[in-house]
């Protein structure tokens, strides 16, 4: 896993790794190649913002669907 130096704080630090895994599902669905070091600084502003709007996208219809469970 690539070290960055992002502020941001995971409500859930153990979920590391799964969003990792999203992240490269994600950008292999939209034909985008991410560097196994982590590196992404060669990438477009317009791949990135892409990879991390879909991610966000694919989270809230999951949380969606669980909300949609939970109070039926």
Do not use: C, F, H
């Amino acid at each position: 896993m690539s070290q960055s130096n992002n502020s941001n704080n995971l409500v859930a630090p153990n979920s590391r790794g799964a969003l990792e895994q999203l992240k490269y599902e994600v950008a292999q669905e939209l034909g985008i190649t991410l560097s196994p070091d982590g590196y992404q600084g060669n990438k477009t502003s317009y791949e990135n913002g892409s990879i991390g709007g879909y991610i966000t996208k694919r989270l809230v219809t999951l949380a969606e669907q669980q909300l949609a469970g939970q109070y039926k």
